[in-house]
């Protein structure tokens, strides 16, 4: 079995708007919940600890909460952010039942290279994926194989990309995932008499009359 990241968690008192203080001595707030815990309990988590986590787990991959001598294999569900510090406000952890599937969002990721007799710009008009797969075996990321694009196929839809073991598609089959799209380029806009005219109005009529006489 793979090793997850893990977070010592403590058990939180305070909670309102009190909990700026937590924050100010290093505290993320948070919340743990799912079908294996009783009622939602309010921890803490040192905030260095958990930015490093998060930076290697994201959502998609199960993180052991360390928590008065239990281990709770964990999803991070929700992070709160402010606006404008940056700083992490809330956190909210979900305990799945690990014998049981549950239904997650996972970013996609084009690899490989594109064909050079496909011409464009690839696009992802559907970027992540809803899966339902055991916690253990959610992936990461969920990758597509740009080189089997052609120009008889510019499209990939998702029931087209091939998933691991033990995960299944949720999202319409149907739905593009992928697309080649032409490529545009912006011309310049050149001023026209017009504009030149407008330009000349606007200037004083004793600036006007120096550029005539020259």
Same mark, same amino acid.
Do not use: M
């Given at each position: 079995m793979a090793e997850h990241p893990t977070l010592q968690a403590t058990v939180r008192t305070i909670v309102g708007k009190?909990?700026?203080?937590?924050?100010?001595?290093?505290?993320?707030?948070?919340?743990?919940?799912?079908?294996?815990?009783?009622?939602?309990l309010p921890i803490t988590v040192d905030a260095r600890a958990f930015a490093q986590?998060?930076?290697? %787990?994201?959502?998609?991959?199960?993180?052991d909460i360390l928590l008065d001598g239990q281990?709770?294999?964990?999803?991070?569900?929700?992070? %709160?952010?402010?606006?404008?510090?940056?700083?992490?406000?809330?956190?909210?952890?979900?305990? !799945?039942?690990?014998?049981? !599937?549950?239904?997650?969002?996972?970013?996609?990721?084009g690899v490989g290279a594109l064909p050079p007799d496909v011409?464009?710009?690839? %696009?992802?008009?559907? %970027? #992540?994926?809803?899966?339902?797969?055991? !916690?253990q075996n959610v992936p990461t990321q969920i990758e597509v194989d740009l080189s089997v694009l052609n120009p008889d196929r510019l499209v990939i839809h998702a029931g087209e990309i091939p998933l691991p073991a033990g995960v299944e598609l949720v999202t319409d089959p149907d739905e593009v995932v992928v697309?080649? #799209? #032409?490529?545009?380029?912006?011309e310049a806009e050149v001023p026209?008499?017009?504009?030149?005219? #407008?330009?000349?109005?606007?200037r004083p009529a004793a600036s006007r009359a120096e550029?005539?006489?020259?």
């Open positions: 009190k909990v700026k203080r937590l924050r100010r001595q290093g505290q993320t707030p948070a919340v743990l919940y799912g079908p294996v815990v009783a009622q939602p986590v998060y930076h290697r %787990a994201g959502t998609t991959s199960l993180v281990v709770y294999s964990v999803f991070i569900r929700e992070v %709160a952010v402010h606006p404008v510090s940056r700083e992490v406000q809330n956190v909210e952890f979900y305990a !799945p039942d690990l014998q049981r !599937p549950v239904v997650v969002t996972v970013p996609v990721v011409v464009g710009v690839v %696009a992802y008009p559907r %970027a #992540e994926l809803e899966v339902r797969a055991l !916690p697309v080649v #799209e #032409e490529e545009t380029v912006e026209g008499e017009e504009a030149l005219a #407008e330009e000349l109005g606007d550029e005539e006489e020259e």
